[in-house]
Nanobody, 121 residues
Framework: QVQLVESGGGLVQTGNSLRLSCAAS????????MSWFRQAPGKEREFVAR???????YYGDSVKGRFTISRDNAKNTVYLQMDSLKPEDTAVYYC???????????????WGQGTQVTVSS
């Protein structure tokens, strides 16, 4: 059974940082491209960042230059370092795994349960 478990969310002030983690089990982690998505209240779930199995990264425009995605294949874990946080970054953040290189939600194979990030002004 595949599980993706996010952690590290919380409440922070504008300009501060948070680091999210997603621990994967039940899949061959090194064969999957891993991504983070987020969903704010009343909005669609949006792509945040992706790291390919090779380590190549790709970011959504709204987080480029502020967020950094990385992975540790030995630990089956993907990270999202979030710096210079803004109130508009407030959302539930989800980890997702896909065999194909994509930013399209329905093309992802597995999802975590999400972790709440709240940025106060």
């Amino acid at each position: 059974q595949v599980q993706l478990v996010e952690s590290g969310g919380g409440l922070v002030q504008t300009g501060n940082s948070l680091r999210l983690s997603c621990a994967a089990s039940g899949l061959t982690f090194s064969m999957y491209h891993m991504s983070w998505f987020r969903q704010a209240p009343g909005k669609e779930r949006e792509f945040v960042a992706r790291v390919r199995w090779s380590g190549t990264t790709y970011y959504g425009d709204s987080v480029k230059g502020r967020f950094t995605i990385s992975r540790d294949n030995a630990k089956n874990t993907v990270y999202l370092q979030m710096d210079s946080l803004k109130p508009e970054d407030t959302a539930v953040y989800y980890c997702a795994a896909a065999r194909r290189v994509t930013t399209v939600r329905h093309e992802y194979d597995y999802w975590g349960q999400g972790t709440q990030v709240t940025v106060s002004s």
